[in-house]
């Protein structure tokens, strides 16, 4: 099963507005990384946040992690309509196994 | 600029047809999995590979296999190919080194089985 829970599941907002997406997880994590989905394609990686992190700042990304709550979040300040695509976050168990999460498609119109 | 290249952006093939999916990787990482991504499950594992000729499964590895005879080179087998195996791959790769933990993906094959 998933490890990771986003929410909302879909996320419309306007240009200019901030967009929060949040993660939920089940078990300890090494590290979060947050990715972006745009229609049809491969993933890319936005931003990686250790355990031993509480936040991390990327550009217009800002992430946090509590590790008490298990759970994340991104936040995309300044949304623009490129930042239009699904947001996956993903858990690291051990040396190989990521868990993704089930995304949060966000639209952002212009 | 780092690569991950699929053999195919989509496909179409038969029920019980063979079916190969390639990825190539540029940047030398010793870790490549492969995925299916469906709507509201997200992304699955299907089976990752550490090294050259060493592979593990992951969470849904029935009906596939897969090859990994050169470093930069991982395929994905369906032996006979169902139409439950419809869907959206992804092939990735990572380094072994523990400091960088970021998957590269490709862009994905979408299969169809008919």
């Known amino acids: 099963s998933q490890q990771g829970e986003e929410d909302p599941q879909a996320l419309s907002i306007q240009e200019g507005e901030n967009a929060t997406m949040n993660c939920s997880y089940k078990t300890s994590i090494n590290n979060l990384q947050w990715y972006r989905q745009n229609s049809g394609r491969g993933l890319v990686h936005l931003i990686l946040?250790?355990?031993?992190?509480r936040e991390k700042h990327s550009g217009r990304l800002r992430v946090t992690l509590d590790t008490s709550k298990k759970s994340s979040s991104l936040l995309i300040t300044a949304s623009r309509a490129a930042d239009t695509a699904s947001y996956f976050c993903a858990t690291q168990e051990g040396t190989y196994k990521y868990i993704f999460g089930t995304g949060t498609r966000l639209k952002v119109l212009a | 600029d780092v690569k991950v290249t699929q053999s195919s952006r989509y496909l179409v093939k038969r029920t019980g047809e063979k079916v190969f999916l390639e990825c190539v990787q540029d940047m030398d990482h010793e870790n490549m999995f492969w995925y299916r991504q469906d709507p509201g499950l997200g992304l699955r594992l299907i089976y990752f590979?550490?090294?050259?000729?060493?592979?593990e499964k992951g969470d849904i590895p029935e009906g596939y296999s897969v090859s990994r005879e050169k470093k930069e080179r991982f395929s994905l087998i369906l032996e006979s190919a169902s139409t439950n195996q419809t869907s959206m791959y992804l092939c990735a790769s990572s380094t072994a080194e523990i400091s960088y933990n970021e998957q590269f993906f490709g862009p994905g094959t979408r299969l169809t089985v008919l």
């Open positions: 946040i250790r355990s031993n992190e």
């Open positions: 590979s550490y090294d050259v000729k060493m592979k």
